[in-house]
C-alpha cells in the first residue's frame, strides 16, 4: 500500500514505580517528509534503554521520512489515594541529606542572620532529600517500546490514509493530463501541414529575390528540402509517444505497493521534459497553450509526489 511521508500516532503505557505508585507513559511518534528516512528521539532518562529497539522497529517498517519519537511521564493522578494508605508510595526522607541540609542552614543563618529559613516546600524539593519510587529499567524499557509499537502503528496507518488520498489526486491529474493529449495530438499534423504551407510561401519568395537565374523546378526542390528539413525538427511524435508511455509509468506505480516516491519523482522529471519539448517545438498557439497546460498540471504532481514514501 501507497503512503505518505507525514503522519502522527500516539499511545499509552503504564509503569510500576514500587510502593503502589504507577505512572502513566505516553509515546508520541510525528513523522515529515524526507528524502531519506531520518530517526530523531526525546525520551526522557528512564526510557532511553529503548531507543535501539524502537529504532530498529522504525527502521523495519518505513523507508522514508523525518521521524521523531516523544516519551513523558507523570505518575498517575490516583497516586494521592495511595498515598493515604501507604505513606511510602510518594517517596521516603533521606534522613542523612536532611540533616545535612539542617547543618548548612544554620551556617548560613550564622553568616546571615536576617536570611529567612527554608520552607518545607523547599525542603521537599532540595536534591536528594526526598526518595521518590523509580520504578525498575526494565519496566521502563518494556513499557516503552510497547508504547512506541503501538505508536508506530497508527502513525503507518494514518500515513497509509493520507497516500490513498494522495494517489486520488494524482490520478485526477494525469487524467486531465491525457485528456489534453487526446485533444490536441490528432491536430498536430493539421498545424504542422499548415505551418508547412506558410514557410513555403515564405521561402519561395526569399529565394525568388535572390536566386532568379535559378530554374523553377531547382527552386521549387530546394524549397522542398528545407521545409521537409523543417517539418523532421518540428515533429512531436516522439513526443507524444514518450509522454503517453511515461504517464502510463506513472498509472503503474501508483497502482502497486510499497515505497514509490522516488520513481514517481523521476518519472515527473521525464514528463516535464517532454511538456518541455512540446512547448519548444509548437507550431500553433493551441500546441503551445497545451504545453503550458501540461507543465502547470506536471508541477502540481510533483508537488504531491514529495508527499510520497
Partial sequence: MISSMTGYGSASRQVSLGAGVVADLQVECRAVNSRFLDLGFRLPDECRGAEPAIRE??????????????AAWRVNSGAAGTAKSNPHALGALNKDR???????????????????????????????????????EEGWIAATVEAA???LAALTESRHAEGKALVGVLTTITGKMREIVKVIEPKVPEYVAQYQEKLTERLAEALAAQEQAK???????????????Y????DVAEEFARLKTHLQAVDN??????????RLDFLMQELNREANTLSSKSVSEECTQAALELKLLIEQMREQVQNLE
Avoid at 231 to 234: D, H, K, L, N, Y
Fill in 98 to 136: 536532611l540533616d545535612a541540609l539542617y547543618t548548612l542552614q544554620e551556617k548560613a543563618q550564622e553568616a546571615f542572620p536576617k536570611a529567612v529559613e527554608l520552607s518545607i516546600a523547599e525542603v521537599l524539593r532540595w536534591p536528594g532529600v526526598v526518595s521518590e519510587p523509580r520504578g525498575e
Fill in 57 to 70: 522497529m522504525a527502521t523495519q517498517s518505513l523507508s522514508r521520512g523525518k521521524v521523531e519519537f516523544r
Fill in 149 to 151: 509499537r503501538a505508536a
Fill in 231 to 234: 517539418a523532421v525538427r518540428i
Fill in 253 to 262: 506505480a501508483l497502482a502497486g505497493k510499497g515505497p514509490v516516491g522516488k
Fill in 215 to 229: 530554374g523553377g523546378a531547382e527552386l521549387m526542390e530546394r524549397i522542398r528540402q528545407e521545409v521537409v528539413l
